[in-house]
């Protein structure tokens, strides 16, 4: 059974930077893809970033390049660099493990528990 863990949320000013840390247990995270989703309050879950096990990544429009997904497999962690954060960033993030088919990502059963990033003033 893999387990995701999160961390790193927090409350910050707009136009600040949070990194998200996301630990799984198991030997098969450098064999999967890994993304973060957020939801915000009233609004569906989004994929914000991916990662595949090769390295290559990819953004939603509303992150480029201010956000950076990285991994370590040797600690078996994915990252999320989040710079000049904004009040619409405010969402629980969550990481999962999946696979990425044609240029897709789909999301395996594995989740973490999410982990509130608050952006206000």
């Known amino acids: 059974q893999v387990q995701l863990v999160e961390s790193g949320g927090g409350l910050v000013q707009p136009g600040g930077s949070l990194r998200l840390s996301c630990a799984a247990s198991?030997?098969?995270?450098?064999?999967?893809?890994m993304g973060w989703y957020r939801q915000a309050p009233g609004k569906p879950r989004e994929l914000v970033a991916r990662?595949?096990?090769?390295?290559?990544?990819s953004y939603a429009a509303s992150v480029k390049g201010r956000f950076t997904i990285s991994r370590d497999n040797a600690k078996n962690t994915v990252y999320l660099q989040m710079n000049s954060l904004e009040p619409e960033d405010t969402a629980v993030y969550y990481c999962?493990?999946?696979?990425?088919?044609?240029?897709?990502?789909?999301?395996?059963?594995?989740w973490g528990q999410g982990t509130q990033v608050t952006v206000s003033s």
């Open positions: 999962n493990m999946g696979q990425v088919r044609n240029g897709i990502y789909y999301p395996a059963e594995y």
């Open positions: 198991g030997s098969i995270f450098s064999m999967y893809a």
């Open positions: 990662i595949t096990s090769g390295g290559s990544t």
